[in-house]
């Protein structure tokens, strides 16, 4: 399994020397950003806050292109990238993470857990979520990670706020949902509408029946 994946980062491809795709990696984290007016970070945007063309960060993000080490800097403050997954760690240190990593989760583990590298769902390429019930990832935790990847039809973000609303919940319901100590909250009559979750597919399991695969 690539270290990434084992430190609880998403499935991105492999690229060179041991790392992540870089430009998936900026895409994944641009398309995440909101900025202080709370749009997301467009290619047009990025572009223009580097005094680049729009076509030399299509080239950075599909074909792995002008990033240089400089510019990996600046990317990870915009977008709060993880240094690793841009090279600026040494391949050395990352071992020493995962082994770090991996000591933790043994010392954590118990009787339910099912080992990462087993998982099914990070079998099919999902990200590691942790293990809920039935053999399905924790619920709260496969939509709180799809409910940040999304947006509305005005670009902006999906908050708890929205989703409560969209839900017919309060504030502290969707909180509940989403919480590790909630994992189950949700019930059959709180099942969201079917167009937002698309991405999620059988992730959610039983718990939220078909009807996740169009919430986010």
């Not at 009559?189 to 959610?204: F, K, S």
């Amino acid at each position: 399994m690539c270290w990434w994946i084992e430190l609880g980062y998403p499935p991105f491809e492999e690229g060179k020397g041991g790392f992540p795709r870089t430009g998936q990696v900026i895409k994944h984290y641009r398309e995440k950003k909101v900025d202080d007016a709370g749009h997301l970070w467009t290619q047009k945007k990025l572009a223009a806050v580097l005094d680049l063309t729009d076509k030399t960060i299509g080239e950075m993000e599909n074909r792995d292109a002008f990033i240089d080490f400089d510019r990996r800097q600046r990317l990870c403050q915009l977008f709060d990238i993880p240094p690793c997954l841009l090279g600026i760690r040494t391949l050395a240190e990352i071992d020493l993470l995962v082994e770090q990593e991996s000591t933790k989760k043994e010392a954590s583990v118990v009787s339910t857990s099912v080992p990462l590298s087993t998982a099914w769902w990070v079998e099919l390429g999902y990200p590691p979520f942790e293990q809920g019930k039935d053999g399905f990832p924790r619920t709260g935790q496969v939509i709180k990670h799809y409910r940040a990847l999304k947006s509305d039809e005005k670009g902006k973000p999906w908050t708890q706020r929205l989703l409560a609303k969209t839900l017919g919940l309060t504030d502290q319901a969707v909180w509940d949902l989403e919480s590790p100590k909630r994992a189950n909250f949700c019930t059959a009559h709180e099942t969201p509408p079917q167009d937002a979750l698309a991405g999620a597919g059988v992730l959610p399991g039983k718990t939220f029946d078909s009807t996740l695969d169009r919430l986010f």
